[in-house]
């Protein structure tokens, strides 16, 4: 009997774990990383990015996403929001290693001056789902982060 509820309480162990591993999989796949399975990333002076990624069935094909909707300006900074092209010049794809890829720009402040170039990490933001690109915000893995790193909202956080 014993024997019996230890292998069943294995199974059910198991069981679980595999359920987490399947979850954290899906979570970190859906919150960024396109590049890695994508080629000739380039941006257009209107904020259009696009390249040519894997689509799961050993092809490739073309992929495009308007990043102008989803990326802003505020005070000549690259930020979450819209509309970033209306306000920038000199929009191009940047790469900084594997992890840290997106656009690059010089953008107005709000004293109409040109500020110097800013830098938005499209990489930690786009996903690859099947050939087609998406947007994805991620909060909830940024949290995560920004909790390790150990500040919140620049509130210091215990790291136990």
Same mark, same amino acid.
């Given at each position: ?7 069943? *309480?294995?199974? +059910?162990? $198991? ?11 899906? $979570? &970190?796949a ?9 080629? /000739?990333?380039?941006? !257009? ?17 073309? *992929?495009?996403? =308007?990043?102008? !909707? ?8 690259l ?5 970033? $092209? =209306? ?5 191009r794809?940047?790469?900084?290693? +594997?992890? =840290?890829? /997106?656009? *690059?720009?010089?953008? &107005? &402040?709000?004293?109409? !001056?040109?500020?110097? +170039? ?7 933001? @786009? @996903? =690859? ?8 915000n ?8 920004? @909790?390790? $790193?150990?500040?919140?909202?620049g ?6």
């Amino acid at each position: 009997m014993a024997a019996q509820s230890s292998a069943h *309480a294995a199974y +059910t162990a $198991a069981t679980v774990l595999c359920i987490f591993a399947l979850l954290f999989s899906f $979570a &970190k796949a859906d919150c960024g990383g396109f590049a890695l399975s994508c080629d /000739g990333i380039s941006v !257009s002076a209107q904020g259009g990015l696009s390249c040519t990624c894997k689509n799961g069935q050993g092809g490739f094909s073309r *992929a495009s996403l =308007n990043l102008n !909707s989803y990326i802003g300006n505020t005070d000549g900074n690259l930020v979450d929001g819209a509309r970033f $092209a =209306n306000s920038c010049n000199n929009i191009r794809w940047y790469q900084l290693g +594997t992890a =840290n890829q /997106g656009v *690059a720009a010089e953008c &107005k &402040k709000r004293d109409g !001056s040109v500020g110097s +170039t800013t830098l938005y990490n499209v990489q930690r933001r @786009v @996903v =690859n789902n099947r050939g087609n690109l998406a947007f994805n915000n991620c909060r909830r893995r940024s949290l995560l982060e920004a @909790v390790n $790193a150990g500040t919140v909202d620049g509130r210091k956080m215990l790291n136990m």
